[in-house]
């Protein structure tokens, strides 16, 4: 429980201190990981004293063991080794440190190393991060490269003098930073958030030349890949040779084989790009050249053909054509017209011939009774009925007999 205390009743540094032991001691023996950064084994003296740090977080711890747990490892275990620890926590009251009691040292071979490499791959390609779609391309010509590598190393001179040997004008931003060991995590990530919080940084490059699996380990960390899948700006891995595999070469937007391929693969060749742009003017030029001589030729041919030498014979053919149409359709025309005057006027004196007209005109008469009928029998009418009489040149009244 937390203790109340107030300014009149403070704790004295001792009771604080004695408190915090006492709350240590409660933890028990723990199982830890680390590095080993320091490393003291005095001549006769029966405790040895090292130093454990984590390598991705700048964080140590002291480590006593006694003499004979550690040279049960003292072969396989040096500075930099990886190891497991089976240590109690222990609270030096009088200066207020604390350290671990270590009662058993293991150390970290190469194959359990590999194995939780696999299981943290297979964790993060879980998320995502080494996802195709996520990398992002490299521009063509970058103006400012930024550099991530050991101080004066053959990674960084490879870097530096392949790229500007391909192209003179390009320009470098770069970080010497541990490229292995205990501080190569942290100094690394702050290096690559560094480049990417610069404007005009067109890519990052982290270089390091070839090691061992555990010189490599720094590249694999967990923190500094997810800070790589985490820049806005291309990043490419640099790493090891062409075997060397460490998990960055995944997250990378790039990767290349080793870190002279790449500064070829980010930084394009001045030769080679003027060598191609002058293949590239001499297809155009072909190309340009081709399509005048094809279209030259056709219209050469084009205007050989008759009717481009005579415009007009094509109209005059026509004309005759359009002539010798016009006089046959006005004779059929006429010949229709013709029939169908004959087969008028053939009409027309039929019509005429049997016309009551021309009956009357003979010497014929209607006789019609006052409400218009014709009479066409005698018992039609009565005697004294008025008729009318209708004849060729107009009509009388007449009265019925006996």
């Known amino acids: 429980m937390a203790l109340k205390t107030t300014p009149e009743a403070p704790l004295p540094v001792g009771e604080v201190s004695r408190l915090i032991g006492g709350w240590i001691d409660r933890l028990g023996a723990v199982w830890v990981e ?18 454990l740090r984590d390598p991705s977080y ?5 480590v006593t063991c006694y003499r004979q747990v550690f040279d049960a490892v003292a072969d396989v275990v040096g500075e930099g080794a990886r190891v497991l620890v089976l240590a109690k926590p222990e609270w030096y ?8 009691r270590a009662a058993e040292i293991r150390p970290v071979g190469v194959g359990d190393l590999l194995v939780r490499l696999e299981r943290l791959k297979k964790s993060l390609a879980a998320e995502g991060l080494f996802a195709p779609e996520r990398k992002k391309p490299l521009p063509f010509l970058p103006q400012l490269i930024g550099l991530v590598c050991g101080r004066a190393s053959a990674a ?5 003098e392949n790229a500007r040997h391909r192209w003179p004008a390009v320009r470098f931003e770069v970080r010497n930073v541990p490229v292995q060991g205990v501080h190569a995590v942290p100094q690394v990530v702050g290096a690559v958030r560094e480049l990417d919080g610069i404007e005009g940084v067109d890519v990052i490059i982290v270089a390091r030349g070839g090691g061992s699996v555990e010189d490599l380990l720094p590249f694999s960390d967990e923190q500094l890949v997810r800070a790589v899948a985490a820049c806005h700006t291309p990043v490419v891995s640099a790493i090891g040779h062409e075997p060397d595999s460490p998990l960055l070469d995944l997250v990378a937007d790039l990767r290349a084989s080793t870190p002279t391929d790449a500064a070829k693969k980010v930084v394009p060749d001045v030769g080679e790009e003027l060598e191609r742009v002058g293949m590239l003017r001499d297809r155009a030029r072909r190309c340009a050249r081709a399509l005048l001589e094809r279209e030259e030729r056709g219209l050469a041919h084009a205007l050989a053909r008759p009717a481009m030498e005579d ?10 054509h359009v002539a010798s149409l016009t006089g046959r359709s006005r004779r059929t025309l006429g010949h229709l017209l013709d029939r169908a005057d004959s087969e008028l006027a053939h009409t027309h004196a039929r019509v005429v011939a049997l016309s009551p007209a021309a009956t009357l005109r003979r010497g014929y008469a209607v006789l019609q009774r006052s409400d218009g009928h014709v009479v066409r029998d005698p018992g039609e009418v009565t005697e004294g009925e008025a008729l009318r009489a209708r004849v060729a040149d107009g009509e009388f009244t007449v009265k019925v007999g006996e």
């Not at 700048?58 to 002291?62: A, E, P």
């Not at 009251?93 to 671990?100: C, E, T």
């Not at 415009?311 to 005759?320: G, I, K, S």
């Open 311 to 320: 415009p007009h014979r094509m109209l005059d053919e026509r004309a005759d």
């Open 34 to 51: 680390g590095q080993i950064t320091q490393l003291s084994r005095r001549p006769g003296a029966g405790v040895v004293f090292l130093t």
């Open 58 to 62: 700048d964080i140590s711890v002291s």
């Open 156 to 160: 960084e001179r490879d870097v530096l």
């Open 93 to 100: 009251a009088p200066r207020g440190q604390l350290s671990l």
